[in-house]
Nanobody
Framework: QVQLVESGGGLVQAGASLRLSCAAS????????MGWFRQAPGKEREFVAA????????SYADSAKGRFTISRDNAKNTVYLQMNSLKPEDTAVYYC???????????????????WGQGTQVTVSS
C-alpha cells in the first residue's frame, strides 16, 4: 500500500512561486511513476506533470510548460512540483499520484494512477 501526503500549498499573489512536496510511504518509491494533478472548483481533475521512475523523463500539461518543474528525490521518497509565475487560473487543489506500472514512457492519464494523496490547496490571487 502506498500512502501519499502533499504539502506546500497556500495563498499567494499572481507571479509568485510555490513548491509542493509529496512524501510517499513505500519502500520501493524509486519504482513508482509519480504525477501531479489538479482540480479547480466545478472542473474535472486534470493532469499537470509526471516523472518516470525509469529514466527521470518528464511530461507536462501545456498550461504547466515553462513554469512548473517536477522532480523527485528517491532517497527522501519525495516528489516535488516547483511552480513559478503563478496565475489565478492555477488555483486548484493539487493532488499527488503514484503508478507502479505504465503503458507509456510517462503516464499522464488519471486512470493510470492507483494511489492518490489527499490534496493541497493552492490559491493564487490577482
Amino acid at each position: 500500500q502506498v500512502q501519499l501526503v502533499e504539502s506546500g500549498g497556500g495563498l499567494v499573489q499572481a507571479g509568485a512561486s510555490l513548491r509542493l512536496s509529496c512524501a510517499a510511504s513505500v519502500r520501493t518509491f524509486s519504482s513508482y511513476f509519480m504525477g501531479w494533478f489538479r482540480q479547480a472548483p466545478g472542473k474535472e481533475r486534470e493532469f499537470v506533470a509526471a516523472i518516470s521512475c525509469l529514466d527521470g523523463s518528464t511530461s507536462y500539461a501545456d498550461s504547466a510548460k515553462g513554469r512548473f518543474t517536477i522532480s523527485r528525490d528517491n532517497a527522501k521518497n519525495t516528489v516535488y512540483l516547483q511552480m513559478n509565475s503563478l496565475k489565478p487560473e492555477d488555483t486548484a487543489v493539487y493532488y499527488c499520484a503514484a503508478a507502479r506500472f505504465a503503458r507509456t514512457a510517462v503516464p499522464v492519464l488519471r486512470s493510470e494512477y492507483g494511489y492518490w494523496g489527499q490534496g493541497t490547496q493552492v490559491t493564487v490571487s490577482s
